[in-house]
């Protein structure tokens, strides 16, 4: 795990350490010296530490005039006994949406694991985001970290649309992202009012 990096091709269009908004604004990496840990694994240091013991992010954009951002994640997302959304959402999520940020991408495809918990926090993150014509939606989870979020009813708040499972992101620029992402929930709000 320690080799699985968060995706580092957009750093010419957003820098998470130089965003004053960010809450990793100031952050120092250091490329060879590995401190954080998913259980007895360490990950490399460029992933963010955010109070879960187990999942870490990385902040890959964010555009405050879009109210647009992409968070990448790697590790176990354990809802069931740490709480992780909790901390996603108070320490994350919360700074964001206080600087205009109502659209989320949130990758995971380094989500190796998923145990559900109580579904409040999604609950307040969706009703937050509806309130301001936003969005939220994961895509690239493993087929087993998806069932377990359809399970945990998870669906009803965030966006787990089937074909974005397999969804080639790496070859657009975020600014592509977001107007596709944004074409797709518009058109996903149309079919949901017929």
């Not at 259980?39 to 460029?46: A, D, L």
């Not at 990385?58 to 555009?63: I, S």
């Not at 380094?110 to 014509?133: A, K, L, M, P, T």
């Not at 087929?143 to 009813?153: A, G, I, L, P, T």
Request: aromatic letters at 20%; one cysteine or more.
């Amino acid at each position: 795990m320690h080799d699985i990096e968060p995706y580092y091709h957009w750093r010419n269009h957003y820098t998470t350490e130089d965003d004053e908004y960010s809450p990793f604004y100031g952050s120092n990496y250091d490329e060879f010296y590995f401190s954080n840990k998913v259980y007895n694994y360490y990950i490399h240091p460029q992933w963010d530490a955010f109070g879960s013991d187990t999942l870490y992010l990385k902040v890959l954009y964010a555009d405050y005039d879009t109210g647009f951002a992409i968070i990448e994640l790697i590790g176990e997302w354990n809802d069931c006994l740490h709480n992780d959304i909790m901390y996603l959402k108070r320490k994350v999520l919360d700074v964001l949406m206080y600087r205009g940020i109502f659209k989320f991408a949130v990758i995971g495809e380094s989500v190796f694991n998923f145990h559900g918990g109580d579904d409040d926090y999604y609950e307040e993150w969706n009703d937050e985001v509806r309130e301001e014509n936003g969005w939220i939606i994961f895509l690239n989870l493993h087929q087993h970290v998806y069932d377990e979020m359809v399970q945990s009813r998870i669906h009803h708040y965030v966006n787990l649309l089937p074909h974005l499972m397999n969804y080639e992101w790496r070859k657009q620029t975020p600014q592509n992202l977001f107007k596709t992402f944004e074409m797709l929930m518009n058109k996903h709000k149309f079919i949901e009012t017929e």
